[in-house]
């Protein structure tokens, strides 16, 4: 069954930067916690957060979700994921994944959100809408693991927080009948962008950083996966 705990946000905005450079960012401050819950092969394989490209800018640098261990999971959180960018078309992804990463391990997780960071460097479409997910469709999982994402404190007119039932092999993906939306919850969410490749060494580079982060303010929850009505 899914529930839904929604607490309403502020505004957010695109920040400039130099160089041409430009940036999304739903902030995540101390008193945001867990904004979707249930991250997990056996519960809710794909969550992700819908996004503008701003003008002026044609390349996706690099991208970031906040995530924690699951605290309703008392299994090892030994979660394994793949991320994915690909083109949004109004409730569901269209076209291939423009990532090449491989899956990543979320080992050792803790309570505590860390910042997950990772580097794309792929070509985007001023003002189109494309969607970063992660998922664990597709991936061999070594448990059961589950986490959660924070949210974020502002409102972003230019995206919102949607997650997807898809198959275990991900075949799915750009079927709308499997894609939700999380009626207007936001995930805690940094995206970069300029006009040119980053200096990030290798694509496939992971890069994690640590934030910790502190009680709920609002939640989309989703405890178990249950077969939704057609």
């Keep these: 069954m899914r529930r839904f ?29 867990d904004a979707f819950e249930g991250l997990g092969a056996n519960l809710v394989p794909t969550v992700g957060e819908t996004f503008t490209v701003p003008v002026g800018v044609s390349y996706l640098n690099t991208f970031s979700f906040f995530l924690a261990n699951d605290p309703d999971n008392s299994l090892a959180p030994d979660l394994q994921f793949k991320p994915y960018v690909m083109s949004w078309s109004t409730d569901h992804p269209t076209g291939t994944n423009l990532l090449s990463l491989s899956p990543v391990y979320l080992g050792n997780a803790t309570s505590t959100f860390l910042q997950y960071t990772f580097a794309a460097d792929v070509p985007v479409t001023p003002g189109a809408v494309y969607v970063a997910f992660l998922t664990t469709s597709g991936v061999p ?10 949210g974020a404190t502002n409102y972003y007119s230019g995206g919102q927080l949607v997650y997807a039932f898809t198959d275990a092999n991900g ?10 939306d999380g009626a207007g919850a936001q995930l805690g969410f940094d995206a970069e962008f300029s006009n040119s490749r980053s200096t990030v060494p290798e694509p496939s580079q992971f890069l994690l950083l640590g934030s910790g982060l502190g009680s709920l303010l609002g939640v989309v929850r989703v405890r178990r996966r249950k077969a939704l009505p057609a």
């Design 141 to 150: 999982q070594s448990g059961n693991g589950a986490n959660e994402f924070a």
């Design 5 to 33: 705990i929604l607490a309403a946000t502020t505004t957010a905005a695109f920040l400039a930067a130099p160089l041409g450079a430009q940036s999304v960012s739903n902030t995540v401050s101390t008193s945001q916690a």
């Design 171 to 180: 075949t799915n993906f750009t079927s709308p009948s499997d894609w939700y």
